[in-house]
């Protein structure tokens, strides 16, 4: 096979904020990590695409550039690609830069693939989903030059001619879009394949799903997981409901403020603080749970807490996305109704989960010296607030800039989190004023608050 390696590297790298071929990765730009990856796997011709006026490859990275208008799609680069292929190739690998931390056993693998009968399209695939690099015979990859088909579409045309192999490399599914994601990049450079704190670093919510189910077996590793966490004097006092049944996913999201998400996530968890063990346990003994303590009631929703954020992480590591609902929390006694929770026992949060369909914008947070202080309370809060108001601010340009704003709507751009903070949070709380009655109904539900 005389493959060459196609590598579309002519966008602005906006959302990254550098141009994303001449990134730093380990003390070597990431096209020249993609051309070494190349050649190891005997593929020794790379053509970069590049937009006019884009500044020069390294010499070093022996690739050859092509260049394009600016502003041009993924298609327009691939196609110009195309024209300039010599006519002795038979094969061309499409390797975005986004992927340069996919090592060459990869691309062997794909070579291999495409070698078998009936193959015209071989594709890496992480946890079930296929990703980048990917490799075309000539012939399917001549077929992007035909109506303004995508890569995407030259994919999709005719599955019985695509192959996959599975990989245990995360970065053929991953994109090096933002710089948490250089980060990530980073970490995993440095040692750990996929390190804990880059997952950290790359948390958001998300709030729509593919239809994709998370099966039985997967839910169980992860709230398994989850409940590994530090649990207040040893007392589990923590329930997860896994609902899974569309009816009564819709049945919660009515009870949440009517949230799409728990509709459309393939699992909702109603992450419990539970008592209700504690008491039998004690009932066993001959002794009566003191239900009315507020010391039982937080170790319980400290607890909950503890286990849902575990298991939001364990999720994220798996490729999956999640949303917290704190809107579990509208109507506690009818949720607690339909989830058939015994006495002692409430969700403190709800939780969606499911392969993501969304990419949003992330949020940032405020400035760490507003969080971390040294030996004593140290913030100078007013410049923290500044900060926060920027972050917001900026998150909110960046949401209408890339998806339009927000939940289909255009995010304001001067309203900064104090502004936001204090309409949500101060005298005319709506929020405050909806959770009025929680008192009374987590004192209905078995827990005092003494
Ligand atoms: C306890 C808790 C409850 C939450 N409740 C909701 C909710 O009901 N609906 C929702 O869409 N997001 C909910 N969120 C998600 C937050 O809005 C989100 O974490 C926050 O805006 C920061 O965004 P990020 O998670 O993408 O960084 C909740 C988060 C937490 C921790």
């Known amino acids: 096979m005389r493959p060459v390696a196609i590598v579309p590297a002519a966008g602005l790298g906006e959302r990254m904020g550098a141009d994303k071929a001449l990134l730093d990765l380990g003390g070597r730009t990431a096209i020249e990590r993609v051309a070494a990856t190349c050649r190891a ?7 970069a695409v590049r937009r006019a006026g884009a500044a020069p490859l390294p010499s070093s990275a022996g690739v050859q550039a092509v260049e394009v208008a600016g502003g041009g799609d993924m298609a327009a680069s691939l ?32 070579t291999a693939l495409l070698r078998r009968p009936g193959c015209a399209v071989a594709l890496p695939l992480f946890r079930g989903r296929p990703g980048h690099p990917a490799l075309f015979t000539r012939a399917a990859f001549a077929e992007i030059e035909a109506d303004g088909a995508t890569l995407r579409d ?10 996959v192999v599975p990989t245990a490399n995360p970065w053929v599914a991953a994109d090096l879009d933002r710089p948490e994601d250089l980060r990530a990049a980073v970490c995993a450079l440095h040692g750990e394949p996929w390190s804990t704190v880059a997952q950290m670093f790359r948390h958001r919510s998300h709030r729509s799903y593919r239809p994709d189910p998370v099966p039985a077996v997967q839910i169980e590793r992860l ?36 949230q799409r998400h728990i509709v459309e996530a393939p699992v909702f968890f109603a992450v419990c603080a539970d008592l209700h063990k504690l008491a039998a346990a004690c009932g066993r003994h001959g002794t009566t749970l003191q239900a009315q303590s507020l010391e039982l009631f937080l170790q319980a929703t400290v607890d909950a807490a503890l286990l849902g954020q575990n298991l939001q ?27 058939g929770l015994p006495p002692h026992v409430y969700v403190v949060f709800g939780m969606t989960v499911g392969v993501p369909a969304d990419d949003p914008v992330p949020r940032g947070r405020m400035p760490l010296a507003g969080v971390l202080h040294w030996d004593r309370y140290d913030a100078d809060v007013g410049a923290v607030l500044d900060g926060a108001d920027e972050v917001m601010r900026t998150w909110a340009r960046r ?52």
């Open 79 to 110: 196609r110009a690609a195309h024209r300039v292929l010599p006519a002795d190739v038979d094969a061309a690998l499409v390797f975005p830069v986004d992927h340069a931390l996919v090592e060459a056993d990869t691309v062997l693998a794909l």
């Open 313 to 339: 992480l364990a999720a994220e590591a798996e490729g999956l996305g999640a949303c917290m609902i704190g809107a579990a929390r509208n109507h506690p006694i009818e949720l607690a109704a339909r989830l």
């Open 154 to 163: 030259v994919v999709r045309r005719e599955p019985a001619r695509v192959q």
């Open 223 to 258: 709230v398994d997981a989850a409940r590994h966490a530090s649990t207040s004097s040893y007392i589990q006092a923590y329930a997860v409901i896994a609902v899974r049944d569309a009816a009564a996913r819709a049945e919660c999201a009515r009870l949440c403020g009517g």
């Open 399 to 450: 949401a209408n800039l890339e998806q339009g704003g927000y939940n289909g709507r255009p995010v304001s751009e001067g309203k900064g989190w104090t502004e936001r903070m204090a309409a949500a949070w101060g005298a005319d709380s709506s929020y405050a004023a909806a959770r009025r009655t929680l008192r009374e109904e987590l004192r209905r539900l078995g827990f005092g608050l003494e």
């Open 41 to 47: 796997a005997s593929i020794d011709r790379v053509v």
